[in-house]
Each structure stands twice: as structure tokens, then as C-alpha cells.
Nanobody, 116 residues
Framework: QVQLVESGGGLVQAGGSLRLSCAASGSIFRLDVMGWYRQAPGKQRELVADITSGGRTNYADYVKGRFTISRDNAKNTVYLQMNSLKPEDTAVYYC??????????WGQGTQVTVSS
């Protein structure tokens, strides 16, 4: 059983910053890819960024240069630093992790709202 706890969402003005965290706990041997997705009202869930266990990162074009994903393997935690936020970044952000012993797991989601 794997549990994810997300934190860091909230309301921010355009141009502001937020930092999301997602901590994994439970029966974890090793985490592979850790990532962040988002879903805006009426839209499909989409990849924001992900990071491999070796630190290789991948970003959606619309966040390149503004968002930074990182992870702390000792803490089984992934972070998403979001800068220069825009109203179109408003969405529920979900953490997703993968591991050989459990497959994959989604977080509960955290709301990010960017006001103009």
C-alpha cells in the first residue's frame, strides 16, 4: 500500500509563485518516474513535468522556463516549483509516481488558482 500526500496549492496572483510537494509513504522499495499532471475544468488531465530516478526531467512546452521539477529520493518526495504563474495555469494538480513493486499511484490533487 502506497500513500501520497500533496501540499502547497493555493491562490496566487498572476506572476506569483507556488511550490507543490508530494510525499510518498508505505511499501516502497524504489520509486521510478515521479511526475505532476494537471486538470482544468472541462479539460483532460495533462502532463506538466516528470523526473526519473536518475534526475532526467521532461516538461510540457507551456511550462518550460517557468516550472522546475525536482525530487528528494531519501524522502520519497517530488516537488514542483512554479514561477511566473498565469491564469491559464489554474487547475487541480496531481502527483503521480511509479514503482516496480506497486505499479503507479495518484495523489488526491491540490488546487492551484491564479488570479489575473
Amino acid at each position: 500500500q502506497v500513500q501520497l500526500v500533496e501540499s502547497g496549492g493555493g491562490l496566487v496572483q498572476a506572476g506569483g509563485s507556488l511550490r507543490l510537494s508530494c510525499a510518498a509513504s508505505g511499501s516502497i522499495f524504489r520509486l521510478d518516474v515521479m511526475g505532476w499532471y494537471r486538470q482544468a475544468p472541462g479539460k483532460q488531465r495533462e502532463l506538466v513535468a516528470d523526473i526519473t530516478s536518475g534526475g532526467r526531467t521532461n516538461y510540457a512546452d507551456y511550462v518550460k522556463g517557468r516550472f522546475t521539477i525536482s525530487r528528494d529520493n531519501a524522502k520519497n518526495t517530488v516537488y514542483l516549483q512554479m514561477n511566473s504563474l498565469k491564469p491559464e495555469d489554474t487547475a487541480v494538480y496531481y502527483c503521480r509516481i511509479t514503482g516496480r513493486d506497486f505499479g503507479f499511484c495518484w495523489g488526491q490533487g491540490t488546487q492551484v488558482t491564479v488570479s489575473s
